[in-house]
C-alpha cells in the first residue's frame, strides 16, 4: 500500500504522515526535507539562487540516507527549499530516490507537494491535507519560537503566502490536489481528530479494495 500525503505547508501532512507509518508499519520519506537539504546547502555554501546549474549539482550529490531533519526546519530553510523546487532540472535529481522509496515492497507513506500526482499517481491512499493559511501560520509559528527563533506571526503569516503561491504557482509539478484525493480540512481540527480524519479515509479506501 502506497499512502500519498500532499498539502500546504504547515498543514499538518507530516504529523498525519508519521503516525500512519508506525500504525501500518510502513517506510515514511519526508520529501520536502529533500528540498531543504538543497536550499540548505546552497544556504551554507552562499551559492546564487540564480546559478541553475549548480543548484542541480547540489541536488544531484545529495546524499538522502544522511538527512537531518532537525537542522533542516529553520524557517528560511523553507523559503530557500520552495525556491530550488522550483527548477525542473532539481526536481529531476530527486525524482527517482523518490519514485524507489515509493515502490518499495511492502508500501511506503510518502509526503510533499506531488506526491499523488507526480511520485506515485497510482498510490491507493491519497490525501490532501490543508488548512486556512492562518492556521497553518499559527502552527508554524509556534514551532518556531519553540525552537528560539524570532519571528512574529505576522511575519510567518507572509512567508507562508508567498510560499503557497510559489508552490502552486510554478509549472513544474506544482501543488495541486490529485483528482482522486481526498480532501482533509483539519482547520478547526486539533492533531488527534485530524488524526482520526486521516485513518477514517485510509480505511474508506481500503474498503474499496484500493479502487479509485
Ligand atoms: O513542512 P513544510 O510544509 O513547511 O515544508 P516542506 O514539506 O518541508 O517543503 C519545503 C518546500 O519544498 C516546499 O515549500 C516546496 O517548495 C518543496 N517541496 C516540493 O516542491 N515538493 C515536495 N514533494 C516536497 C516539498
Ligand atoms: O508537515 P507539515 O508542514 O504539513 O505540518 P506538520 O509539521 O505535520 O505540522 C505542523 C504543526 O501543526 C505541528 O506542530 C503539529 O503538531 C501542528 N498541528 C497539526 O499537525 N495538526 C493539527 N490539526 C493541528 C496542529
Redesign the pocket.
Known amino acids: 500500500m502506497i499512502i500519498a500525503l500532499d498539502?500546504?505547508?504547515?498543514?499538518?501532512?507530516?504529523?498525519?504522515?508519521r503516525r500512519l507509518a508506525a500504525h501500518f508499519r510502513l517506510p515514511h520519506l519526508?520529501t520536502?526535507l529533500l528540498y531543504r537539504a538543497v536550499g540548505a546547502k546552497a544556504l551554507a555554501e552562499h551559492v546564487n539562487f540564480e546559478d541553475v546549474a549548480a543548484l542541480e549539482r547540489l541536488a544531484g550529490a545529495l546524499d538522502p540516507a544522511a538527512l537531518d531533519p532537525e537542522s533542516l526546519k529553520a524557517g528560511a530553510i523553507g523559503e530557500a527549499a520552495s525556491r530550488v523546487a522550483a527548477l525542473p532540472g532539481v526536481r529531476a535529481k530527486l525524482l527517482t530516490v523518490q519514485q524507489d522509496f515509493a515502490h518499495q515492497p511492502g508500501g511506503a507513506v510518502l509526503?510533499g507537494r506531488d506526491i499523488g500526482t507526480v511520485i506515485a499517481p497510482q498510490a491507493e491512499v491519497k490525501i490532501f491535507?490543508t488548512?486556512t493559511p492562518e492556521?497553518r501560520a499559527a502552527?508554524?509559528h509556534?514551532?518556531l519560537v519553540g525552537r528560539g527563533e524570532a519571528v512574529t506571526f505576522e511575519q510567518v503569516l507572509a512567508d507562508i503566502a508567498k510560499r503557497d503561491e510559489r508552490d502552486s504557482g510554478r509549472a513544474s509539478a506544482p501543488l495541486l490536489r490529485a483528482d482522486d484525493a481526498e480532501i482533509l480540512d483539519?482547520t478547526h481540527?486539533?492533531?488527534e481528530?485530524?488524526w482520526q480524519a486521516a485513518l477514517a479515509i485510509v480505511a474508506r479506501r481500503q474498503g474499496l479494495g484500493g479502487a479509485r
Open positions: 498539502g500546504p505547508a504547515a498543514s499538518g501532512k507530516g504529523t498525519i504522515a519526508d520536502g509526503d491535507v488548512a492556521a502552527r508554524r509556534a514551532e483539519n481540527l486539533g492533531v481528530e485530524s
